[in-house]
Every structure is written in C-alpha cells, then in structure tokens.
C-alpha cells in the first residue's frame, strides 16, 4: 500500500514536470538574440576597474547556445518571450554609441539601464525616443555628450529618468526640459544631476515625483513652491545652484509627511527658516549651508526628532545653538560659519548623543566653558568648536572619546595643560592659538596615526622632545610661536611623512644640524624668529618639494646659500635679518631659482654688485598673471592650512597669513650692496614689490623698470643713486608707494599719473630735485610759480604720513608681530585707503577638515 501510493505520487510529479516545461514556451525569439549580440559586438570591454564588485562585464558571460532571456542583465517577457528588461549598467562597455545600434529593435524594452559605462563622447541617439514602452531609463555617467534630445520627451510612460553627468557634458537645448517636465506626467523618480538645463523650473511636472535630484545643473529664476508640495516627495536635491532663488512655504508643505531629504547646499534661499520646517516630521536630511540664511533656528525644527544629518553651514544663522535639541538620531550637525552665540551647556543635559559622529560649530560666537560632565558620544570622529569664543580648560571627556579621529579646537581662548590623550584614534589636532600650557603630554605623542599636529600659539614652552619622532605618519607639525627653546631634535630630518614642519617664533637655539634624509617629503620649512646660528644645513639639497624656506631673523652666519637655487620648487627663500656675509656669487645657471617668488635677503651683511646673473634665472617672475582668475597660493597643499610669511612692503613690515603665487618680491634692503642697479630687473615683469633700500647703490635708475607694469611698491631709498628720474616711471601705473628718499637724484618728477599721488617723504634729502610735490618748482607749463613757503621736511623719517606711523607701531612689536598685525587688520580695515584692500591679506578663519595631498606628487 504504502508502496503504491509513493509510485503514485512520483508519477504525479513527473507529470507535472513535464506538463510544466512543456507548456513553456521557447524564449527570446530569434531577432531579440541577434539584436542583443549585435549591440554587444559595437563594444570592447574595458579591462580596468574590475576591482569594484558591482562591476563585471555581464555580457561575456552571454552564451549564444542558451536562450538569450537567461542572459545576464537580461529579462523577456514571460509569454511573448520579447526582451523586456536589459540591465548593462556598469558592464564596462566601451565604444561610440551609434544612432543605427541594434538596441532599438528591442522596442518592448520597458526597463533599460546602461549606466556606468564608456560610450566615447556620443551623442544620445534620438531614438531613444521611440522606445515608447520604456518606464525606467538610465543612462548615467556613461560618457554621454553633447544635447539631452527633444525626443526623450515622448517617453510618457517613464516613472524613472536619470542622465547624470560629472561636469556638463550633456545639456538641454533651450525649451526642451520644460516639454520634458510637461509630457512625462507619470515620473517619479528624475535625476539630471550636473547636466546644463540652464533654465527656470517649469510649473508642470508630474505630481508623481517622489525623488527630483537636480544637483549643479545651472538653474535659475525661482523656484515653483508646487515642488514643496509635491504630496509623494521623499528626496528633493537642487544644490549647488546658486542663481536659483528658493522661497519656502510658510504654511504647512503637501510633502510634509514624505520628505526625508532636502538637499539646498548653495541656492539663493535669503531670508529666515520658517516655522513650517516643523512640520516635515519624516526629515533625516537636512542640509541647507551656503544659502543665505539668516535669524534664528525656528523653534519646531528641533522637533524633528527623526533628522539624521544636519547641516545649516555658511549662512547668517543667529542666536543660542540652546537647549532646544530633541534629536535622538543624529549622527552628522554642522552649524560652523553662522553668528551663533551662547555656550554650550546644552551638551550636558543628557540628551542621547549616542549616534553622533560629527560635531561642528566652528566660527560663531561661542563663548564660556564646555561642560566638563558631557557623556554618551562614543561615536564622535570629529569635534570641531574652532575659532569661537570659548575659554576654561579642554574638558577630560574630549581626551578620553573612543573614537575621536578629529579634534579642532583652535582660536579660542581655552587655558590650563593639555591633558593626557586617551583615546588611540587621533588623526587631525589642532589646538593653534589658544592659551594652553606645556608640556606636550607624552600620550600625544603616542598616537600612532596622528597626522597632523598644530599646536601653534600656545605656551607649550620648554623643549622639543626628541620623542616627536615617532610620529611616524606626521604630515603636518606647527609648534611656531609657542615659547619652546632647546635645539631643534636631529630626528625631524628623518620624519619620512613630513611635509610641514613650522618651528618658527621660539627660542630655539644652537646650529641646525639636522640632517634632512634623501626622498623625504618636506614642502615647507620655517625655522623663521628663532636664535639659530651657523650655517645653512647642505642636507636641505634632499628636500626636492621643498618650496618654502624661511629662516629668517635669526643669529645665522653663512655666506649665500646659492646651491639652494637648485631645489626644483622652492618659490620662497627668507633669509631676512641674519648675520650672512659676503658677496653673491653670480652666475647664470639653467633651472637655478626658476621658480622663486619671494626672495627676502634684507638686514644682513651681503656685500659686492646686485646679483644680476641671477636674476636672470628668476623664470617665475618673469611672468604676470593677473590676480582676476582662481586664485592660487604657494605651497597649499592641506586645505585650510595656510604657510603664513611676513614681509616688507609699501613701507610696512606685516604678515601675509597665506601668500599667493602673485606676490612676487625681491627684497635686498639693508645690506652692503654697492654698484649699479641692473636694468635686466626690468625683464622681471611679474614683480609687485622691489626693495633695494639702505644699500650703497650708486648710478641711475635704470629705465627699464617702467616694464614693471604689476609693481606696487618701490624702494630704492638710502642709497646713492643718482641722475634724474626716469620719465618712463610714470607708466607704472599700479605703483602704489614709490621711495626714492636720501639719495643723489637730481632734476624734474615725473608728473602724471601715480607721481601725482606721491607725497614729499617720497623724494626727502635729494637735495637736486625739483617739481610736484615738493616746494621747488620745476618751472615748466604747471604755471604758477610756488610761493608758499617751503615746509622743512621731517629729518626723521619723513613728516607724519600715516604710513610712517604704522612702522612706528609694528617696530614696537618686533617680530612677533601678531599683536601688532591684528591692530593694524583692525585699523586698516577702518580707515586705510583702497590700496590695502588688494594687498590679500586674508585670515584664516575655517579649519582642516580634509587633506588634500600634494598634487604633483601623485
Ligand atoms: C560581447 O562583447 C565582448 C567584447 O567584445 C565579448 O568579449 C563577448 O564575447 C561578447 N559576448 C557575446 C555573447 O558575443
Ligand atoms: C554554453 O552553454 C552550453 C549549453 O548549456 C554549454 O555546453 C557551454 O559549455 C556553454 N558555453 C560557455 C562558454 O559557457
Ligand atoms: C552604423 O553607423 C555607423 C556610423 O555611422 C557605421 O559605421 C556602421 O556601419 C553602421 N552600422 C550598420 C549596421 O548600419
Ligand atoms: C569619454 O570618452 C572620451 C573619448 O573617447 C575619452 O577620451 C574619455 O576618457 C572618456 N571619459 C571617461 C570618463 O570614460
Ligand atoms: C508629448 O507626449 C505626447 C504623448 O503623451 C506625444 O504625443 C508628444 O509627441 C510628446 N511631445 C513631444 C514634443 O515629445
Ligand atoms: C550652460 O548652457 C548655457 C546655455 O546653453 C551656456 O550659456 C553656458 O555657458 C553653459 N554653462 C556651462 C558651464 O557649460
Ligand atoms: C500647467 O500649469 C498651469 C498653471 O499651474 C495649469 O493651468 C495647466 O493646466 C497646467 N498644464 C498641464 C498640461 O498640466
Ligand atoms: C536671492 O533672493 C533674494 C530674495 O528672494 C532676491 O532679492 C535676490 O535678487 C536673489 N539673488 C539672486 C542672485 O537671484
Ligand atoms: C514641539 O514639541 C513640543 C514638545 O513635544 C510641543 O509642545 C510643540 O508643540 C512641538 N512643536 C511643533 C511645531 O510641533
Ligand atoms: C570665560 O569667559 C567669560 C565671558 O565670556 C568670563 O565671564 C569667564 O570668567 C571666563 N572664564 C575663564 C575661565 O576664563
Ligand atoms: C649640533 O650642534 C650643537 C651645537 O648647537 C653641537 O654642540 C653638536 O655637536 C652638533 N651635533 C652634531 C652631530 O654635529
């Protein structure tokens, strides 16, 4: 029996089977195969980027001797056995895509994606357009050019559409994304992220949307508040789009209970956030920076206890960051660059901050402690609280968070030691300018990753421990103007990660006999306000990135260090205010300095002729590119960090926090330089500032630097130099402050242009000169004869110009200078004259939250 009814049941089974497979019909027809293999064999597989699991060329796997719906990539329709799906996205294909492809026979298609492939700069074929069952189309990032065709228009049955590009490459001719926007009724999901629509957003689109992702793609006008109200909407991207203006809804969205992502980083959204962010309580992301906004945080919007990441970066924001927070989920906040005052006991109130990953409220006006009883951020990689108002000591909760990798607390007024770290994950410290004590604790450096170390004006005081050293991974170390004495340790030379190493404005003493190793990394070096003594290490020929030096005011008693000149980029070379000796060897070397900007020689004992032959190595200034375009400085290669370099110019000393690779400057003052000035200077056209004041020059001012057309600033004062000078000077038409005070010039100003600006401690103690300003009349066609009395000129240092009053001021700083800087930012910026506003003294106010490493390097 039991027998019996198992045979039965097999047979049952079999029947069944066979039943089944027979009635199947036979798949993919003939024509849909061939098709397939036709479109396949347009293309070659682009062998590269395997590595990425996703991404395998399907459609070697295409086995002719099975049926094509088995394919890869491949589905037909189960009863016409017509190619209804073909999914090649990020197949590696390769090759031009042509409007003839055999694609186009598969006209059932109702879901095509090819994205993520290489079709060579083609043009989207029109025909797509008659694809007409087509619900989900993609062609992204496939190296698509050229016009996004009318044609796509036709595809009303679309719920999906996405063309993103990387950089414009596909655009819309003019109407055709309205008649997109208009006739695809049923579209759900849109996505042309940094394509060139170049146009206003329509008011018709699809009432369908859920997902519209617009990201750069040149719009403008205003736009439609319907896009608010869109009553599916999950996920709205338009940022990045700056002349579109973007007014919210006041009252309560459609989209309120959908939304849960709204990206708007860089429109034009001025004004308030309005109560009615309250209501979208579906939100996780919210990233509105860069947008213009300004008042306070609108109460409701700390009830969205459901956001995840919160961004409100860069507007005008105002008032307490406070105690309004209900967030449980949050895992990314970023308030920085905003006017946000108030402190920060709102962290202790025992909120969950479990999930936070990210803190930055950095560049506002935060003042008082942080609380030293804050729990629960076991999460937090980065805490950034930089440049605020924040003061007390650094908490020992921050020394202790698990998973720290970022801490930037720097431009505060936070006091007492620094703790011993506890946490193993540090990558990024920054605690600059601050008033914290020293020693550096030993656990800081303990921290086998840290990358980036800048303790800069602090009181660390004391020495450098030679312990630095195993940092290893070190890129960036800045101990400048942090009170530290002792020599400098011999190891640093041997840090092979380094790349900028900032000592400078300590005690530090003793001869540098460091020895920097062969293949090291270093970009910039500054040793500057120090009291080194000796030579110029010969070891520094390894640094072959180098491209600032700056040993300047220091006790060091070298002659010239010419063979430095064969560094390949070194743009900066300060030796300012040292005891160096001698005349300079001169001679015209290929590639020597090719690429110096700034070479500060003053205030020591160089004696003999300028050095004229090399000058004519200096290639980099001789080339002026105008300050308009992107501006770039030397030696950025960590964003945010800044290689700061004081120098001398219109008759101020002053720190530029950051220098431009247009500031070009030769300064040669105070030394012993006798003879004549070199006429081939005036081949240097990139110059902005030319110093050879206090020297023994003697003979004319060469002609040829009326070719100096960018140069702002000359001094050629306390010399002897004689003869008239130069009608041609009046074409320098940039020339801000000229100095030809004490010397032998004789003769007529020139008159006209910038000479009409000068005043008289411009031409003081020459006694042969005649002409505007001075009281001496040069006769000639201005007329009438002087005949106020002539002023006596000021013996010292030239009447009360304010210009003269400013270097009184900064003298009584010395060199540490930061002080005295910040004054004159302040006083300047209220009432000096138009010139100093191009002088690009910009301060650093954002700190590092990336690296980026040297580009030529990789
Ligand atoms: C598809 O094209 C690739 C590259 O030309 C080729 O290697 C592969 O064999 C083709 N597939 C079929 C089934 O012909
Ligand atoms: C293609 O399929 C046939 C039949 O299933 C099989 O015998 C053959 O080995 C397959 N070819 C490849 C290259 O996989
Ligand atoms: C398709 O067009 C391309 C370029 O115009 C041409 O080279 C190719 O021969 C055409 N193929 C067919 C099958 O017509
Ligand atoms: C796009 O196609 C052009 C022309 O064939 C090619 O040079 C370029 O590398 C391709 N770009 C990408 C991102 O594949
Ligand atoms: C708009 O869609 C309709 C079908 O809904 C179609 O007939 C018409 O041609 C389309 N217009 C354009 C310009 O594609
Ligand atoms: C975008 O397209 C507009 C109009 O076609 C054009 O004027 C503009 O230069 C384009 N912008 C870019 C960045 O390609
Ligand atoms: C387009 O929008 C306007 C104004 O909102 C409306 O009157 C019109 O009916 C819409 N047209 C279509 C085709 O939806
Ligand atoms: C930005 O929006 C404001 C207010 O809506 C408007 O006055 C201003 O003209 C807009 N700016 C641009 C560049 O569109
Ligand atoms: C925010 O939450 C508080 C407390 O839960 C509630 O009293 C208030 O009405 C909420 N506000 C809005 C706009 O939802
Ligand atoms: C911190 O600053 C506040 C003013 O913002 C001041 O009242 C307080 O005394 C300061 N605390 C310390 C420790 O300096
Ligand atoms: C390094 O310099 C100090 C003086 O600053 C000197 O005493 C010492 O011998 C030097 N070391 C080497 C290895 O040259």
Known sequence: MVIGKLALFLLYAFLCQLVFSSSLPHLCPNDQALALLQFNHTFTINGFDASYRSYYPKTVKWNRSTDCCSWDGVL?????????????????????????????????????????????????????????????????????????????????????????????????????????????????????????????????????????????????????????????????????????????????????????????RSVNATGRIPESFGYLTSLRTLRIASCNLSGSIPKPLWNLTNIEDLDLDDNHLEGPISDFFRFGKLWWLSLGNNNFDGQLEFLSFNRSWTQLGKLDFSSNFLTGPIPSNVSGMQNLYSLILSSNHLNGTIPSWIFSLPSLAGLHLNDNHFSGNIQEFKSKTLTRVSLKQNQLQGPSPKSLLNQRDLHYLVLSHNNLSGEIASTICNLKTLQVLDLGSTNLEGTIPLCLGEMSELMILDLSNNSLSGTINTTFSIGNELVVIKFDGNKLEGKVPQSLINCRYLEVLDLGTNKLSDIFPKWLGALPELQILNLRSNKFYGPIKDSRTDNLFAQIRVIDLSSNGFSGDLPERLFENFEAMKITSDNSGTREYVADIYENFYTSLIVTTKGLELELPRVLTTDIIIDLSRNRFEGHIPSII??????????????????????????????????????????????????????????????????????????DTFENSSYQGNDGLRGFPLSKDCGGDDGVPQTTTPVELDEEGGGDSPMISWQAVLMGYGCGLVIGLSIIYIMLSTQYPTWFSRMDVELEHKILTRMKRHKKRH
């Not at 065709?149 to 999906?160: D, F, G, Q, T, Y």
């Open 76 to 264: 037909c329709d189960e009863m016409t056995g017509q190619v209804i799906e073909l999914d090649l996205s990020s197949s590696q294909l390769r090759g031009k895509f042509h409007s003839n492809s055999s694609l186009f026979k598969l006209s059932n298609l109702k879901r095509l994606d090819l994205s993520d492939n290489d079709f060579f700069e083609s043009l989207i074929p029109p025909k797509f357009g008659e694809l007409s069952s087509l619900t989900h189309l993609d062609l992204s990032h496939s190296n698509f050019t050229g016009p996004i065709p009318a044609e796509i228009s036709r595809l009303s049955k679309l719920h999906v559409l996405s063309i993103k590009s990387h950089s414009y490459e596909l655009r819309f001719e003019p109407h055709n994304f309205e008649l997109l926007l208009k006739n695809l009724t049923q579209l759900r999901e849109l996505d042309l992220s940094f394509a060139n629509i170049s146009s206003t957003i329509p008011l018709n689109f699809s009432s369908y949307l859920t997902t519209l992702d617009l990201l750069n793609t040149q719009l403008y006008g205003i736009l439609p508040e319907g896009v608010f109200h869109l009553s599916n909407l999950e996920s709205l991207d338009l940022s990045e789009n700056p002349q579109l203006t973007v007014r919210f809804p006041t009252t309560k969205w459609n989209s309120s209970a959908s939304l849960m992502e709204l990206y708007l």
């Open 682 to 755: 005036g081949d240097l056209i990139g110059l902005r500032t030319l110093n050879l004041s206090h020297n023994v020059l003697e003979g004319d001012i060469p002609a040829s630097l009326h070719q100096l057309y960018v140069l702002e600033s000359l001094d050629l004062s306390s010399n002897k130099i004689s003869g008239e000078i130069p009608q041609q000077l009046a074409l320098l038409t940039s020339l801000e402050v000229l100095n030809l005070s004490h010397n032998h010039h004789v003769g007529c100003i020139p008159k006209g242009k910038q000479f």
